[in-house]
């Protein structure tokens, strides 16, 4: 029988089954009333009709990509459900039918592109627009087919799913600081946000299938360099008309404002540029993890050294290659189809590079085997990454020689830069060594290949021998009296040590200074300058004493949060030999406690405190406390207040879980004299 104008089969309402789907998408954690699919993985649809579904009908599923006015057929997907000739790969075809309504099964390919999607079910009546008809199509590490496949379950559970990790900021090779941090992927506006990200990076939509495309555009993206980015980078204070970058807990605020206002939100250093990467890549699907370089070099001529030179004293010199205390990027997981076979898996990307890469602040993604093998001629930025993990360190000083004032190299370190490169371990809240990712042992034959190897694409003249280390007859290092906490004297003993027999005559000189992290010169404490003798093998201290009035005033002025640097340099008469080293000592602070229950109910008032106790022999002024976590919000920020020594204060807190599931609750705490004491308390939210 014919169908006449008035049996004409019409789609009237579509169940998106977003609980089913999402279950198993690992997309239901998050905060968004629309269905969130992972590509490669099919998903399901409940479509009602005005009548009972006909064998002979015809239903179609028309999926238009993206926001824009675009009418071009590349914009829409056309799936027929009945006929078998839908546009290649996405499937889609009606699974079960009663009465008005079907199941459709839809399948997306695993190259899908990433992105929103708006749905419409067309059959001979017309097209039907249900409500809240857009459907996101995100990255799928659990899809084989997926180019960021990643089979380790746990590995998928930390690297995309977890919502709160930390950074690894201040402190030095061997003393290592977290910074906690709520990613919060998938707290309200922040898939939108991800989207409109998208949108303003320009890529074609078939670029926006692949995540070598995606991650490059969004490195340069998250910062002000590039129109429009999400953060302004400021390396030194004031911090005026923002927040500075110590203050940050987490992505989400900087997110949220972003995508409320599209203004670039104000301030961040790299750490906050990371975090805000890791939130964004995680969201998309993309595998990634936020990595801490400790003495990561930038190599300002491209050769491979980091040539430092300083005055007589010990002081280093502006025209310096420079060395960050630390820098945090990020590696994302990935195959690399556009590399030779080998080099899939992480691949750095750095928010926060202080070189530009094809005109614009973005770096990576660059394969860390690459990195590791010396193969800095792919794509991309390898050649800049390897040099921050992997060149050599030479230090040159003034001197007057014959009355001329020359610069003498006195030290070729193969071993200082990259010391020690970290991230979050898998499942708990420690650290993970991941130096030997990046390198080979140092000194080792396959490490010397390895910067010969990168050496070749090095077009500086500088680079065309590999230098060599100086035979050592001495030792120099530094020994800490006391642990070194702000208001207390600085008491440290250069130590000279001979490791051969003989009598020999040193000229030491040393500077120990008050800097930033990125090696920014706040104050210079003390220089010490002696001539000393030794006989045989034997070790000479000298001592090296700041008082806290001397650098406390400065520390306290500074809203960044500062380090001592000292710089040794050794004369031996003898052998004519010159010496260098340096050594990195940070601040104790005190410790913070975040008193919580270990359960407590979905969307009921959940209590604690809060404690601190300032155990230093100074006043803490002006602190402030700022405690978040994923699915508690508003974060809670209290007013600034004094606690003077040994002073406990209590801060009351009360918040309502919004999520089930193991949440993780920071607490984070600021003053005038401390910077940067977090936090944190995991507790199971219950229905």
């Known amino acids: 029988m014919s169908n006449t104008a008035g049996n004409l089969l019409q789609a009237v309402g579509v169940n998106f089954l977003i609980e089913e789907n999402t279950r198993l998408h690992h997309t239901n954690e998050y905060e968004n009333g629309c269905l969130i699919v992972r590509r490669g993985q099919e998903f399901k649809l409940r479509v009602t009709f005005s009548r009972e579904l006909n064998d002979n009908d ?40 009663n009465r008005e309504e079907c199941v459709i099964v839809v399948t997306s390919p695993a190259d899908a592109i990433v992105g929103k999607y708006f749905l419409n079910v067309v059959t001979e009546a017309g097209p039907f627009s249900p409500t809240n008809n857009c459907v996101y199509v995100l990255f799928n ?65 078939n670029e926006r299938r692949d995540p070598v495309k995606i991650s490059r555009a969004m490195s340069g993206l998250v910062n002000m360099e590039k129109d429009n980015g999400v953060l302004q980078g400021r390396w ?78 010990g002081n280093i010199l502006p025209h310096s290659d420079f060395i960050w205390t630390f820098h945090v990027w990020n590696e994302v997981w990935m195959k690399r189809a556009d590399l030779p076979e080998g ?80 991230t979050k371990a ?13 390198k080979f042992p140092e000194g080792s034959e396959e490490e010397r290949n390895a910067m010969k190897t990168a050496m070749f694409y090095v077009k500086s003249p500088i680079a065309a021998s590999y230098p060599t280390s100086f035979k050592r007859d001495f030792e120099l290092r530094v020994q800490q009296e006391k642990t070194l906490w702000p208001g207390q004297p600085i008491d440290l003993n250069i130590v000279v040590e001979s490791k051969f027999a003989g009598a020999w005559t040193v000229d030491l000189y040393a500077s120990c200074n008050l800097e930033s992290y ?13 001539t000393i003798k030794t006989v045989g093998k034997t070790a000479v201290p000298i001592p090296l004493k700041v008082a806290a009035d001397v650098y406390m005033n400065k520390l306290t002025s500074s809203e960044d949060e500062l380090l001592i640097k000292v710089n040794i340099f050794a004369d031996i008469q003898e052998s004519k030999q010159n010496l260098a080293k340096q050594v ?5 602070t005190p410790a913070l406690e975040l008193k919580l229950p270990e359960k407590a109910k979905l969307n009921e008032t959940l209590r604690g405190e809060v404690i601190f106790k300032n155990t230093l022999s100074i006043p803490l002024e002006n602190c402030k406390l700022c405690v978040e976590g994923p699915g508690i919000y508003p974060a809670k920020n209290f007013n600034q207040r004094d606690v ?14 919004r999520k089930i599931g193991n949440k993780t609750i920071i607490a984070k705490l600021n003053s005038t004299q401390v910077k940067g004491i977090d936090t944190s308390k995991s507790i199971k939210i219950t229905a």
Not at 284 to 305: F, K, M
Not at 644 to 657: D, S
Request: hydrophobic share 30%; net charge negative.
């Open 584 to 588: 990195t000592l940070t601040f104790q």
């Open 141 to 205: 590490p659990w899809c084989k087919a997926d180019s960021v496949f990643m089979p380790e379950e746990d590995k998928k559970a930390e690297y995309v799913l977890n919502e709160n990790g930390c950074l690894y900021t201040m402190g030095h090779t061997v003393q290592i600081y977290p910074t906690l941090w709520n990613y919060g992927q998938f707290e309200k506006d922040i898939l939108d946000c991800c989207m409109y990200l998208l949108d303003e990076s320009q890529l074609k939509p």
């Open 518 to 530: 990125t090696g920014r010169l706040e104050a210079n404490l003390a220089t010490v300058h002696q």
């Open 644 to 657: 003077q020594p040994g002073e406990i204060a209590t801060f009351k807190i009360e918040c309502i879980p």
């Open 426 to 438: 898998v499942g708990k809240l420690e650290c993970e060594d991941i130096t030997d990712q990046y």
């Open 343 to 422: 080099f899939d898996g992480w691949q750095v990307i750095d928010g926060t590079p202080p070189e530009k890469s094809k005109g614009i602040v973005q770096c990576g993604p660059a394969s860390v085997k690459a990195i590791k093998q010396g193969e800095v001629g792919h794509g991309y930025d390898t050649k800049y990454v390897f040099s921050e993990v992997n060149a050599d360190q030479v230090w040159w000083r003034r001197k007057n020689v014959n009355g001329e004032e020359k610069f003498i190299k006195c030290n070729t370190d193969t071993e200082y830069i990259g010391r020690n490169i970290t």
């Open 58 to 97: 015809e239903v179609t599923l028309v999926l238009k990509i993206g926001e824009n006015e675009d009418e071009s057929n590349d914009a829409y997907l056309y799936l027929n459900t009945r006929s078998g000739t839908n546009d290649e790969p996405w499937q889609a075809k009606i699974f079960e039918t």
């Open 236 to 313: 030194k204070e004031p911090y005026q008309g923002g927040t500075s970058p110590l203050h940050w807990t987490g992505s989400v605020p900087i997110l949220q404002t972003y995508y409320r206002t599209k203004r670039t939100v104000s301030y961040a250093q790299c750490w906050v540029f990371s975090g805000v990467i890791t939130t964004v890549m995680r969201c998309l699907g993309i595998p990634t993890r936020s990595v801490t370089t400790y003495d990561c070099a930038h190599d300002t001529e491209e050769n491979l050294t980091i040539d430092q030179y300083f005055d007589e004293i």
